[in-house]
């Protein structure tokens, strides 16, 4: 039996949907039926589903058309998908955000693999125009340099940019006007377009932040001129050092960002430790210079973060957010806050109800970068 449902915003220029049945058939009708009439003038979508129906998002964006009459779609596919306040794993899945947005006011992005130069051939004159300050990107995880392009188009477009890496068992489909694969996509938005954003961690740094003094490649070798293994098994305390074979999945190297005003890092695996050497291997390139923290990764960390987070969104919000959208990590969901839709329930709680949609990625981005672990929200005022 299908399951559906849908939220429109304050205004009613946005409204989210949501459909799961036995097939993508039926999961994109019972959507559809949800969604009922697009908000008057409605002109872009956002279309995310659960990585099961990967080989269908060609069709399912193709039926998307004929049935809204809206020509414009972004969206990729995700191991998971969320839509007012629910989550969706697992399973055939398609959530959809539709909203009337000024037809100058955003520009789609074709996949970009390697260079940015096609791209600014094509978008130099708009950027120049219209100065856009905020894109919703998707990224294949596979791509090659995909950080130093996320970083390149932000500071091409000077957009902050939110979104997340394609995560599926299968294929990894984006959408960006057509559907394809690899390379980062997605579509840029000019100031007409209001938005509030928030990162959230899904973890908490133990011991101090410390120097890296020597490494090589992603093995950090030595820290604060000692042993890396050392400072390691110090720092996390001799409890969780009494056997380091169960650390997997809860302790994390963390790289703090120089820049950062709010205290971000970048959350990387622990991929080995050479006692005998003293050096860790990291998920991460690691330069010598390099600011490093170790991190531990649970429930009451993930919850007590998000809720700051919201707050804080909250707090530079100008009354009720018109639509959404959360990318959170596939490590998150289920993984840390529990099978419930708990992650999505904390946001409705401190927010209320409105249209907010996303996936659950393989990777997030925000602004300039790259992370993992974290949950990435950007709220349309």
């Known amino acids: 039996m299908a399951e559906s449902g849908a939220l429109s915003g304050p205004d009613g220029a946005f409204r989210a949907a949501y459909g799961a049945g036995d097939g993508w058939q039926d999961s994109l009708q019972a959507c559809l039926d949800a969604l009922a009439t697009p908000p008057e003038g409605a002109n872009l979508g956002l279309v995310y589903t659960t990585d099961v129906l990967a080989d269908h998002l060609s069709d399912i964006v193709a039926r998307l058309r004929a049935a809204t009459g809206i020509q414009d779609w972004l969206g990729t596919v995700g191991t998971g998908v969320s839509a ?19 037809a100058e006011a955003f520009r789609i992005i074709e996949p970009v ?16 125009e219209r100065s856009p300050y905020f894109g919703i990107v998707h990224g294949d995880p596979r791509t090659a340099g995909l950080a130093d392009l996320v970083a390149g188009l932000s500071a091409l477009s000077a957009s902050f940019l939110v979104g997340g890496l394609s995560a599926s068992r299968g294929e990894m489909w ?6 394809a694969q690899g390379g980062l996509s997605g579509a840029l938005f000019a100031p ?3 938005v509030v954003t928030g990162l959230t961690q899904g973890c908490t740094p133990i011991g101090p932040r410390r120097v890296v003094t020597k490494a090589e490649s992603n093995v950090v070798k030595t820290i604060d001129e000692r042993p890396a293994a050392e400072v390691f098994i110090e720092d996390i305390g001799e409890l969780l050092a009494r056997d380091l074979r169960r650390i997997g999945g809860y302790v994390y190297v963390a790289f703090p960002i120089a820049e950062s005003d709010t205290g971000d890092y970048l959350v990387r695996n622990l ?27 649970d429930h009451n960390a993930a919850v007590k973060d998000l809720k700051r987070m919201l707050t804080d969104v909250k ?17 998150r969901g289920p993984n840390l806050f529990g099978s419930q839709s708990e992650e999505l329930k904390l946001i409705r709680d401190e927010l209320g109800d409105f249209p907010l949609v996303g996936f659950f990625a393989n990777g997030e981005i925000s602004h300039d970068r790259l992370y993992g672990y974290t949950g990435v929200l950007a709220l349309i005022l």
């Open 174 to 179: 984006q959408v960006a006007g057509e559907v």
């Open 84 to 102: 007012c306040g629910l989550e969706l794993h697992d399973r055939p899945a398609v959530v959809l955000l539709v909203g009337a947005v000024p």
């Open 315 to 331: 707090r530079r919000s100008d009354g009720a957010p018109r639509a959404g959208l959360y990318y959170a990590c596939v490590a």
């Open 113 to 128: 693999s390697e260079s940015l130069g096609a791209f600014e051939a094509q978008h130099g004159r708009w950027i120049a």
């Open 192 to 194: 007409d377009i209001k």
């Open 271 to 297: 991929t080995g430790i050479d006692t005998q050497e003293g050096w860790l291997g990291v998920g991460h390139h690691v330069v010598a210079g390099d600011r490093i923290q170790f991190c531990r990764r």
